[in-house]
Structure formats: C-alpha cells, structure tokens
C-alpha cells in the first residue's frame, strides 16, 4: 500500500502535464483529495504548465472573436460551487457523475458537435424559458436552429450599441445569410404593457421583425431577423401590447447594416 | 458599422506585474455575467489558448473549434475559478490543455477504431507569434535547456503533444517509471527555474 502511494505521488508531473490516462487520472485525483502535499505540488506544477502554454500564443482567427463574444450571453452560467479547483479543469465523465451535479454536457463529446448542441442548448433553454405551448416550442426550435447558423456563419460580425433608455443591444450579423441575431442587455422594461418591437427599415419602409421577449437577468433572448440587405438599418422601437404593423415612436436604437465586404 | 472584431487585440497576457491579479479580477466580474469584463478576458487569453490548442492538435479548424469551447467554458465556469488554489491563467490553460488533449484522445481512439493509423507529423509552423509573449517563449526556451534532455523530451511530448506518459515511454524506449520521475523531476525544475509568479 505505501508502495502505492509513493507511486501515485510521482505522479503529479503527468497529472499536471494531463499525461494520465482516463483511469489513472481518476485514481490519482483520488489520491490527490487526501493528499495536501501532493495538492500543493500540483498547483506549483500548473502554474510552471501554464509557463508552457503562454509561450504557445499564436494570433487566433479573427472571426473568433466575433463568434466566441457572441455565444457568450446566449450561454447560462455556473453558479459558484464547491468543486474542489485542483480538480475542477475538466472532469470529463470520468469519475461517477455526483447526485445533483450541476454539469449537464458530457464534455467528452468533441467537436464541431458539441460546440453546437451547446449553443443550441443555450439557445434553447433561453427560448424555452419563454414559451408554453407545443406549438410555441416547436417554433421556438426552429428559431434556435436559424439563430445557431446565424452565430455560426463564417462572415458572422457583432456589434454593440448603447440604447437611449439604457442598456445596449447586441446584434449579430450575417451579411452572407441575409439574417441578424439581436439580443439586449441591462435595457429598462418598457413601461406598463408596453413591449419593444424590432424592425428591419429600408427605403421602401419598415417591417416587423418581432417583439423582443421579456428579459430575464437583464437580457433577452435572441430575436432573428431575416431578408436583412445591405444599407438597411434594423431599429428597437416601443409600442403598445401585441406590437404594430408600423413604428409608432422614436428608435431607441438604429443599427445601420453595413454593406458586404 | 464598427466592428471591434476589426480592432487591434490588446496585449496578451503577460509578464507585466500584477497582470494575473487583474485576470483573476477580470474573472471575477465575468462570472457575475459581465461582458466588458469577458471581452477584456478573451483579448488577453485567445492568443494563448488558442497557441496551446494548436500546438497539440496541428490542424487549424479543429484547433479554433476547441480554443472557442474552451474560452466558452470560462465564461460558463467563472464562478468556479478560487483565486487562493492558482493563478487566473493556469486555471483557464489547464481547462485549454484538458479540452485539447481530450480531443487528440478521443480522435485517435477513433482513428485506430477505423483504420489502425497514428496521428500524422506535425505540419507545418505558419503561424504568427505574438509578439507580446516572446520574452515568454524565451524563458521557457531558456530553462528547457537547463533540464537532461530525457526530462526536456519528455515534458515537450506529453504536454504540446498530448501523449500520455505511457505513450512517451513507448516513444522514447524507456521504462514508464522512468517517464514518470523525468516528468515530474523536469516540472519541478521548469517551476523553480521560472520562479513562477505571474
């Protein structure tokens, strides 16, 4: 058994270098919940891997950032916690999911795949805090399907402005695919039964888009606009209940769509 | 329309004083949802995760794929981040490395699945470094040298090439326990000879 031991403690190079295999890993974090010095050691270790890592740094694909920035809201937070940090970096279904575990994707799911599903997961959990009905759902999976090609096309640009109530509006844009994503963030509540509406505006005249959803936590879920061209503007009015078939007041904010590069 | 996608990126993260402090701030605010606070945290992160990723997965698409998982999974996990158990930036390159590794495992479990094959060499390096970080790559280069180089060998395959410790054995016809120690005694002398504090 002390053999053991000693064995698993010369093993916190290869835990802080994730040179473990899945099994030996599990074994060793085991190991490393009872063992203060072996903790302490792999926190030193890490931080010398991080050394490692930083000198790796490459300019990244700039539409990274664009897309990254913008799935962010859309993605619902951990609430803080209690994983021990020293083993919280991935825990990747390794070890038996704990009662009343918070995690829900298998991070073992790789790839393109899994960056979606968990978009689409976002995507629709936050559509579905909305509606009620089947017919709603249904809809609302559709519009989380056309949302997630949205934030994923390649020419996907984002840009954020400040409305005049306060607050800002977030709108992703894909020229390619002629749609905008528009989400909202800290803007006030219109007041009374009073609903903000947004509309896609081109010299021949302003279209309804769609009321934006009630927010929750300071934002609103995503609102697609579609046919969206060039040299169009997209504008956030606020109307009465149930919306209008034209804008009634001053945009609270105007995003004129750019021409495509 | 002003696409700040278009603007100059900010420093990576660096070595000036106190710029981890600041992250493990920056962490903090992002785990209250805060997106000023994320965005400063991706200008000051992407070019290493996204560095690491590549270094251990080569192809480019699968590499922006996961580095965009994993500069997610900070903003999802902020609250999780304890500044007292590790610095900001080991704590999200540890996440980065876990992510990549996890990849080449599960692709090469794949790959032997299907065709019984290896993962290729390694492709070509055209790749702009940052220049903000190349006092880092000098450190790192510096003090890989001072280790054997069975220890310098061993930590470069297992941590930029994803393999685990048994598979460096294999790659380097020594003994696991050997690997092990390497591993570990190289670590240990990378973490003094960099003294590390951010």
């Known amino acids: ?261 | 329309m002003n696409t700040p996608s278009a603007l100059p990126r900010q420093p990576g993260p660096g070595r000036s004083e106190g710029s981890g402090q600041d992250l493990a701030g920056l962490l903090t605010r992002v785990a209250r949802g805060d997106h000023a606070a994320f965005e400063a945290v991706y200008d000051r992160l992407a070019g290493p995760v996204y560095g690491l990723v590549r270094k251990v997965l080569r192809d480019p698409a699968q590499s922006e794929e996961v580095a965009q998982e994993v500069l997610l999974e900070v903003w999802r996990t902020a609250s999780r981040f304890d500044a007292a158990r590790g610095s900001a930036i080991a704590w999200v390159m540890t996440i980065a490395h876990r992510r990549a590794v996890d990849r080449v495992r599960s692709e090469t479990a794949a790959a032997l699945r299907e065709k019984k094959v290896l993962p290729g060499p390694a492709s070509g390096d055209d790749v702009a470094e940052l220049v903000e970080t190349a006092l880092d790559r000098q450190r790192v280069r510096r003090c890989l040298g001072t280790l054997t180089p069975l220890q310098a060998e061993s930590i470069k395959l297992a941590y930029y090439g994803g393999y685990t410790h048994t598979q460096v054995a294999e790659l380097l016809g020594v003994a696991l326990g050997t690997v092990k120690t390497r591993i570990r005694d190289g670590m240990i002398r990378m973490r003094d000879c960099m003294e590390v504090t951010w």
Do not use: N
């Not at chain 1, 089947?134 to 056309?146: I, K």
């Open chain 1, 1 to 261: 058994m002390s053999v053991q031991r000693h064995e698993l403690h010369l093993m916190t190079g290869s835990y802080a270098l994730d040179a473990l295999s899945c099994t030996q890993r599990a074994e060793f974090e085991k190991h490393l919940a009872r063992c203060e010095p072996c903790a302490d050691e792999v926190r030193g270790l890490r931080e010398a891997a991080a050394r490692l890592a930083v000198a790796t740094a490459i300019e990244p694909p700039r539409e990274m950032r664009a897309r990254v920035l913008a799935t962010a809201p859309l993605t619902r937070q951990l609430p803080p916690g209690r994983i021990p940090h020293a083993l919280a970096g991935r825990r990747g279904g390794r070890q038996p999911a704990r009662p009343g575990s918070t995690r829900r994707i298998r991070p073992s799911l790789t790839g393109a795949a899994a960056a979606i599903l968990a978009l689409a997961a976002a995507v629709t959990f936050l559509f579905v805090t909305q509606v009620t009905t089947r017919h709603e759902l249904q809809q609302s999976q559709a519009g989380s399907r056309a949302i997630g090609a949205v934030l994923a096309a390649p020419d996907a640009r984002i840009e954020t402005l400040p409305a005049s109530v306060g607050g800002s509006v977030t709108v992703v844009l894909s020229a390619r695919q002629h749609e905008a994503v528009v989400t909202t963030a800290d803007v006030p509540a219109p007041v009374g039964t009073r609903v903000y509406q947004l509309w896609v505006m081109s010299p021949a005249g302003a279209r309804s888009a769609g009321l934006l959803p009630a927010s929750h936590a300071g934002s609103t879920s995503p609102v697609l606009a579609v046919g969206v061209a060039p040299g169009d503007r997209l504008g956030i009015t606020v109307e009465p209940a149930g919306g209008t078939a034209q804008p009634t007041t001053t945009p609270v904010v105007v995003m004129p769509v750019p021409a495509t590069d």
